[in-house]
């Protein structure tokens, strides 16, 4: 947490020059299109299930012209009754629509958590801007903007967690530098007093891991949404925040914090509803029915049409079409099975959360002026570009970890 003196203001209360502002995430074209236009709709490539489905329906299509070749010049009849296809039908429309529905109700459960994420932390900044306008010493700005720099620190490594089955990139190993020192003060082994101690955020832990697994990611925000709480409570010594009667302290009242605090709880709610959905895959048994029947059923077609079908290309057009409905559904189904990614049909995460943070910026601008910006700006291309939104986190829990280790140890 920062002082009233902001480290990026320079004695003259000029700002400090750091290097330039980097974008906190390079956006990813996703799919658009134009629902009114049907020719449009039916011929984009971009986002359409087309190039992974055609080779499948080009393969279905051949083997039934082999069919036809091998009944018409050896004489060998490979066909099948069509009934026994007809009713396979029934089993694999079930199951392929049931699968393609669940996957779309978790698709949009998870789009609704998103929702509320940016929508909290913009509320989150507006109520801390508003709620605090009496005063414009330089200690409330700095609050107000060490309060925004934690809500986007938290924003932006929620959306790196999130992102971990796609990227594998670690949360924790997100930034560019502090790498070294992250590792050393959370996983390594040291030494106190001759004393060799698992030097990790939790001593206790039941289990070995490490800063790239899975349960690791998702601890991240948790521990930077602590820290957004502590933020919003660091006013109430009064020193930061005062009103327009000169030395009178005001703390933000009890039931505003707690109005600021209930925000936080909505964004902690609507991660770990994500994290439900992430850490549960969708139900394997139904996943492994439906691939096994719309494959087999697929690929049966061309044995079931050829018996009832004289003339190959019409049954190789029937064959084609439903191959590529099936199999289609069976592949939508899968791009909404992880909708936390650069496909193109996954959400925008870092888009939609850039402009949440385009947001803050520009309360924190109608409130504390252009200037107040910048400085939180730069704090954010300094700290959470670089050197890791986690480390002031990371920080107070390894001195916390040392004081118990020398409670317990004597050192």
């Known amino acids: 947490m920062a002082t009233e003196t902001d480290p990026l203001i320079a004695e003259n209360g000029e700002s400090k020059e750091v290097k330039d502002y980097v974008p906190i995430a390079k956006p990813i074209r996703r799919v658009h299109f134009d629902g009114s236009s049907h020719i449009s709709v039916i011929f984009q490539i971009y986002g359409s299930v087309w190039p992974k489905v055609l080779p499948y329906c080009l393969f279905n299509v051949l083997l039934s012209y082999a069919i036809h070749i091998v009944k018409l010049e050896y004489g060998i009849d490979?066909?099948?009754?069509?009934?026994?296809?007809?009713?396979?039908?029934?089993?694999?429309?079930?199951?392929?629509?049931?699968?393609?529905?669940?996957?779309?109700?978790?698709?949009?459960?998870?789009?609704?958590n998103l929702q509320t994420m940016y929508r909290v932390v913009r509320e989150i900044i507006q109520h801390v801007c508003i709620l605090t306008q009496h005063s414009k010493s330089e200690g409330a700005k700095a609050w107000r903007r060490d309060v925004a720099y934690q809500t986007i620190a938290l924003l932006r490594v929620t959306m790196a967690t999130l992102e971990y089955k796609s990227s594998k990139k670690s949360s924790w190993n997100f930034f560019t530098r502090g790498k070294k020192r992250m590792r050393k003060q959370m996983l390594k082994s040291v030494n106190y007093s001759g004393t060799s101690v698992r030097n990790r955020m939790m001593n206790w832990a039941h289990t070995d891991l490490s800063l790239t697994d899975e349960n690791e990611n998702f601890r991240a925000p948790i521990l930077l949404a602590y820290a957004l709480r502590a933020e919003l409570l660091s006013q109430r010594s009064g020193e930061r925040i005062k009103t327009r009667r000169v030395d009178t302290k005001t703390p933000v009242h009890p039931n505003e914090e707690k109005y600021l605090l209930a925000y936080v709880d909505a964004f902690v709610t609507s991660y770990h509803n994500l994290k439900?959905?992430?850490?549960?895959?969708?139900?394997?048994?139904?996943?492994?029915?439906?691939?096994?029947?719309?494959?087999?059923?697929?690929?049966?077609?061309?044995?079931?049409?050829?018996?009832?079908?004289?003339?190959?290309?019409?049954?190789?057009?029937?064959?084609?079409?439903?191959?590529?409905?099936?199999?289609?559904l069976e592949f939508v189904a899968m791009e909404l099975d992880d909708p936390f990614g650069d496909?193109?049909?996954?959400?925008?995460?870092?888009?939609?959360?850039?402009?949440?943070?385009?947001?803050?910026?520009?309360?924190?601008?109608?409130?504390?002026?252009?200037?107040?910006?910048?400085?939180?700006?730069?704090?954010?291309?300094?700290?959470l570009e670089e050197e890791g939104a986690l480390n002031s986190v990371r920080n107070n829990l390894t001195n916390d970890f040392k004081d118990c280790i020398a409670g317990i140890y004597d050192i």
């Open 78 to 112: 490979l066909s099948i009754e069509g009934n026994n296809a007809s009713f396979m039908s029934i089993l694999v429309s079930f199951l392929v629509v049931t699968r393609a529905k669940i996957a779309y109700a978790r698709f949009m459960e998870a789009r609704g």
């Open 276 to 328: 439900k959905l992430a850490s549960t895959p969708f139900p394997f048994p139904l996943v492994q029915m439906a691939r096994t029947f719309t494959f087999i059923y697929s690929y049966a077609l061309p044995f079931a049409l050829a018996d009832s079908m004289i003339q190959p290309v019409g049954a190789m057009l029937v064959i084609f079409f439903i191959t590529y409905g099936f199999l289609g």
């Open 343 to 383: 496909d193109p049909n996954d959400f925008d995460n870092l888009g939609m959360a850039r402009v949440a943070i385009e947001d803050i910026y520009y309360n924190i601008h109608k409130n504390d002026g252009a200037k107040s910006v910048e400085i939180l700006r730069k704090q954010v291309a300094r700290n």
